[in-house]
Structure formats: structure tokens, C-alpha cells
């Protein structure tokens, strides 16, 4: 097959990006466990990922560049690389705001909680975990037709937020928590939402990659037309 | 056929804004050497003041294709063509239109540079002197080749022999002669494919200023070429050994190089084409 080369170099490219997202994911998993357990040695162990993760993150934008300087790809191929650089962002940002949970959990591990609020984040967690798992296989497999439920899960985690900072701003008589761990779930209920929407955004650039459609609507285009279909 | 005729800015034939440039609307172009169809059913709306490049395969007909477009086809002995090639609201296949005129009002360059040999002056002024030019000629010759961003290179040395410039330097005084008779259309059949990386720069900053006052068609086997300078893009396509050519795919190049709507059109810009 003419090219092979630049297909064995895009497919490596493809690679390492799914080898990131996996251990981004794998951050997030040992971060909800530790959430959910209150294990904050289990926490402890994914602090200073987001240092490896930002400088994988880095090669993968050069590797992009290089390739975008050297074969200059078209259509398809120049649609997996704009496509690759934007998802690698997701999967850093996305890294980098687990370890800032995980940071939370560590400095709050002795302190009071309130134990509504606790579980409204456990619950956020949990949702966030199952977005960025989808929107990452959907990336993998270029299933796009999942998409389309990505947006109604989001709009749970937008309800789920919005739950959790009105317990922030009413606490429960007599069992508030400790000041600082209130002000750090208030932090964290933000990074879970925006965990969420990484994973949603991972999910619509699938779809701008399969369909070529524009990205600020490929998604909402592409249910559009499967609705009109129907 | 999907996606062959192109669903944006129908405008082909009809004059620019102000109507000073016409383009050309192709309808049902057949082409024949003898009787082997070598092309068949194109239709293709050209619009003025715009590049619109022809890419695709060796053998898919885009030589053949812009050759009619300026009846250089049919001097091929046995070769023909039928259907109709409109420039602005005249079929140049009419059996009242003169081929000759047809072809000074719808220039072609070629993929050799060929000038005369002749003086650079006299390369530029021949062609307008047996067309009945009666202006300035002097004048006409540095409009012709400043036209064609030769001017300022031989601007000194104008009886100099053309058969002495570069390869770039000659490909652009064909460009130059060609404007002196002051044509409607440009067509160019691979006008950088023999020259080097310098040259083929120059000629597509050339052609950037050209489309502002011409039409212009370009065949051309690089890629990278047709998305850097065209505005549409035709990719040609043959299906199968032995049959015709014919138009597969005809849009805007920035929707033909980053999602075309054929697979055989996105093998082939992404090079994985056979």
C-alpha cells in the first residue's frame, strides 16, 4: 500500500495517545476508589502524574508537528492529527485535574466531612469516570453512534454539580465538615464537571474525525441528521 | 453523479462582478481520439476570476479535458469532441465560432516552456501584431510581462533572445506572450512540473495575481500545489481499465482537501491511491 511508512507513523501517533488516555484513566480510577474509600495513601501515589503526563503530552504535539512538516497530510489523515493534538490536550487537562482531587484527598484525609456532600462527590466522581471512559472508547474505536448519548450523561454531571454546590452553600445542620474540607469539595466538585466534559469533548472530536463535520457542532449536526432519519 | 458538479457558487460562464471576466461552463464534454471515448459526460461550472485546478490519475483525461476547453483538442488528427463548452453565453463549439479566435481568447500555457526564438520583446509583441494589435506595443510588452512578474528580471534586456532566460524564467515569458493577446481564460497543463522548487514559486505567486484580472484552469499532478493556489478542485477518475475518464469530484479545495465526499477522491489526495 503506497504510504506505509506514513501509516505505520500514524498509527504509532494513535498509539501513544490511547497509551496516555489509558493511564489518565487509570489516574481517574484510583482516584474515585480513593474517594470512595476515603484511602488517602491510595491518592497519595498518583501525586506528580501530571508532570509525566504534560511532557508525554508534549512529545505527542511535536511528533504531530513533525508529521504535519514532513507529509503534509490531507483530508482524513490531517483530520487525525488536529484531532490527536486536541484529544492529547483533553487527556493532559484531564490528568492534571485528577491529581489536584487526589491532592485534596491527601491534605483533607483527617478532617470532618459532611456526608451528604460527600456522597452528591462520590456520585460526581463516579459519573465523570464513566464520561471519560466513554468518550475515550469512542475515540478508540470510532464508534460515533455513542455518541449521541454523551450529551445527555453530561447534562446529568451539569445537574449532579449543581446538587452538590447547593449543599457547599447550605450545609446540613450539625454536620458541615471541617472548613477546609468544604472549601476543597468545592474545588473538586468544579474538576469533577470539567473531568466530564473532557470526556464529552474527547467524543465530539471523534466526530469531527469520522464525519469531518465542523467541531463546534459535529455532534449536534450528526444527531440532527440521525433524528431526521428516523 | 454525486458531488461531481459541486454544489457551491454556480456562477460558471457568467462574468465577474463588475463583467469584465467571463467563466465557462462546461455541459456533457465527451472526448474522442477516433473511436476510442477517452472522456465522457463532464460538467463543470468554472468560475471567473478563480483557479480551478484539475487533479487525478495519469490516463484519467485531465489533459485531454483542458485541451477542449480552447478546441486545441481536435487539432489532433481523428480527435473530436461533443457537448458544449460555454464562455459566458457563447458555445465555443458552434459551428459559427472560429477556432482560431477561440483559442486567443482562451490561452494555454504549457508543461515545457516553449517561447520563440525570438527577442523577449518580440515573444511577447508577435502574437499581438498578427492579431491586429494597433496600440502601444511597447507598452503592451511590459504590461504583458510585469503581468506575469518578469518584468523587473528582463526589463534591461528585452532584445535578448528568449532561448537564454531560466526555465522559470521562459515558462513565465509564455505566460507574458499569452496575456499580450489579451485573453479571457488562462489554461496551464502542468506549467511547473519541469521547473525547480524556486521557479514553481514564482509561478504560483504569479498565478495568485493573475486570477485577479483572468480565469484560470491548471492541470497539475501536485497536490500540495492545487491546495496551496486553487480555489475548486476537479479530481478526474477512471473505474475501470479501458474505461473513459470522468469528473468524480468538483468542489471548493478547502472541502476536497480536508473531507471530500468520495472514498476514490480521498485515496487519492491522501496519496494512498493503487
Known sequence: MPRETFQQELDALLSEVLDLGGEVEGTLENMVQAMEERDAALAEKE?????????????????CMILQARQAPVARDLRLLYTAQAVTNHLVRS???????????????????????????????????RLFHEGL?????????????????????????????????????????????????????????????????IGGRTVFLVTGERIESAMQQYINRDLREE | MAGASGERGRTGGKPSEDGSTLGMKIEQLSAFYG????????????????VTALIGPSGCGKSTYIRCLNRMHEVIPGAHAEGHVRLGDEDIYDKSMDPVK???????????????????????????????YKGDMAELVERSLKQAALWEEVKDRLKA?????????QQRLCIARTLAVEPEVILMDEPASALDPVSTQKIEDTMEQLKQSYTVVIV?????????????????????????????????TEKMFSNPDRKETEDYVTGRFG
Open chain 1, 137 to 201: 472508547d469512542i475515540f478508540r474505536s470510532r464508534d460515533i453512534d455513542r455518541a449521541r448519548n454523551l450529551q445527555a450523561e453530561d447534562d446529568k454531571v451539569d445537574l449532579l454539580y449543581s446538587e452538590a454546590m447547593n449543599l457547599i452553600a447550605n450545609p446540613s445542620d450539625g454536620n458541615a465538615g471541617a472548613p477546609e474540607w468544604r472549601m476543597r469539595a468545592a474545588l473538586m466538585v468544579h474538576y469533577l464537571e470539567r473531568i466530564a466534559d473532557h470526556g464529552v469533548d
Open chain 1, 95 to 129: 490528568g492534571t485535574l485528577t491529581e489536584h482531587i487526589c491532592h485534596a484527598l491527601v491534605d483533607t484525609a483527617e478532617c470532618e466531612r459532611d456526608e451528604d456532600l460527600e456522597a452528591a462527590l462520590v456520585e460526581m466522581a463516579r459519573t465523570a469516570r
Open chain 2, 35 to 50: 473511436d476510442f471515448k477517452a472522456l465522457t459526460d463532464v460538467s463543470m461550472d468554472i468560475q471567473a476570476n478563480k
Open chain 2, 220 to 252: 497539475t499532478h501536485n497536490m500540495q500545489q492545487a491546495a496551496r493556489i486553487s480555489d475548486y478542485t476537479g479530481f478526474f477518475y477512471i473505474e475501470n481499465m479501458g474505461d473513459p475518464g470522468r469528473l468524480w469530484e468538483f468542489d471548493e
Open chain 1, 47 to 63: 501525586l506528580g502524574v501530571d508532570v509525566r503526563y504534560k511532557a508525554r503530552g508534549a512529545e505527542i504535539d511535536e511528533e
Open chain 2, 161 to 169: 533572445s528568449g532561448l537564454g532566460l531560466s526555465g522559470g524564467q
Open chain 2, 102 to 132: 477561440i483559442r486567443r481568447r482562451i490561452g494555454m500555457v504549457f508543461q515545457k516552456p516553449n517561447p520563440f526564438s525570438k527577442s523577449i520583446y518580440e515573444n511577447v509583441a508577435w502574437g499581438a501584431r498578427i492579431n491586429g
